[in-house]
Every structure is written in structure tokens, then in C-alpha cells.
Nanobody, 119 residues
Framework: QEQLVESGGGLVQAGGSLRLSCAAS????????MGWFRQAPGKEREFVAT????????YYANSVKGRFTISRDNAKNTVYLQMDSLKPEDTAVYYC????????????WGQGTQVTVSS
């Protein structure tokens, strides 16, 4: 059974940094693209970033480009999201997503981790 467990969320001041981790178990991690999504209160879940299984390709939402960095360590079955220069509008629950290539938002989801950025 596939399982994704996020960690690393918390409360940080604007301009600060956090690093989220997503630990995956199951057989599909090494062959899956991995993504991060977020959902703010009262809003729909939105795409943040994704990385290919080989880590050779990454894609970001325009709102986080240049501030967030996605990476993965296949030996540890873990994907990371380094978030720098955080803004209050980055406040959301962040979800890890294991998805087929080219289909972020499908596949498996973690339970989410709360990120709160104070002004």
C-alpha cells in the first residue's frame, strides 16, 4: 500500500524559510513524479511544484518560482520542498502527491502539513 507522510510545517515570520519533507513507502516512489500542492482556507487546492522521477525536470507555479525549490532523494524515498522568502499568502496546508508523469494531481496523496506565515 502506498503511503505518503509530510512533515516540516509550522509557523514562520514573513521572509523566513521552511523545508517540507514527504516520506514515501510502497513500490511506486522511484518510478513516480512527485509534486507539492497547497490549499488555503476557502480556496481550491493548487499546484505548487513537481519533479520527475529522475529529478532531471522540475516545474513550479509562477507564484513560487524563484523562492521554492523541489528536490528528491530516491535512496531515502523522500521528496523535499525548500521554501524561502515566505509570504503570508503562502499560508496553506501543503500536500505531497505521487503522480504519473504528466499528470500532477492524480495518484496518491499525503495527509498534509500546515504552513502558517505571519506578517
Amino acid at each position: 500500500q502506498e503511503q505518503l507522510v509530510e512533515s516540516g510545517g509550522g509557523l514562520v515570520q514573513a521572509g523566513g524559510s521552511l523545508r517540507l519533507s514527504c516520506a514515501a513507502s510502497g513500490r511506486t516512489f522511484s518510478s513516480s513524479a512527485m509534486g507539492w500542492f497547497r490549499q488555503a482556507p476557502g480556496k481550491e487546492r493548487e499546484f505548487v511544484a513537481t519533479i520527475s522521477w529522475s529529478a532531471s525536470n522540475t516545474y513550479y507555479a509562477n507564484s513560487v518560482k524563484g523562492r521554492f525549490t523541489i528536490s528528491r532523494d530516491n535512496a531515502k524515498n523522500t521528496v523535499y520542498l525548500q521554501m524561502d522568502s515566505l509570504k503570508p499568502e503562502d499560508t496553506a496546508v501543503y500536500y505531497c502527491n505521487a503522480h504519473p508523469i504528466g499528470a500532477p494531481g492524480s495518484g496518491y496523496w499525503g495527509q498534509g502539513t500546515q504552513v502558517t506565515v505571519s506578517s
